[in-house]
């Protein structure tokens, strides 16, 4: 069974730092492309980047610059490194994993930017 766990989520003031994580597991990860969508309140869901399976990136213009995904094949897991972080980066990350014509999500964690 596919499953995708996000971890690292919490609060942080304005200006700060935080990296959420999506382990996979049940997959040849190796060859999966995973992206990262926010879901703030009242909002739809976004997407925010996009990282393929040979490695290549994408972000929406609100947060390039400020944050970076990668991935570890050898641990099954991408990272989502976010920056500067703003207010409206509040919300539930959801990572979203692209497997041949199959289509996997997580169940998101929640990023709190507050003072």
């Known amino acids: 069974q596919v499953q995708l766990v996000e971890s690292g989520g919490g609060l942080v003031q304005p200006g700060g730092s935080l990296t959420v994580s999506c382990a996979a597991s049940g997959i040849i990860f190796n060859i999966a492309s995973v992206d990262w969508h926010r879901q703030g309140p009242g909002k739809q869901r976004e997407l925010v980047a996009r990282i393929t399976s040979f490695g290549a990136t994408n972000y929406t213009d609100s947060v390039k610059g400020r944050f970076t995904v990668s991935r570890d094949n050898t641990k099954n897991t991408v990272y989502l490194q976010m920056n500067s972080l703003k207010p409206e980066d509040a919300a539930t990350y959801y990572c979203?994993?692209?497997?041949?014509?199959?289509?996997?999500w997580g169940k998101g964690t929640l990023v709190t930017v507050s003072s």
């Open positions: 979203n994993l692209h497997y041949g014509t199959l289509d996997y």
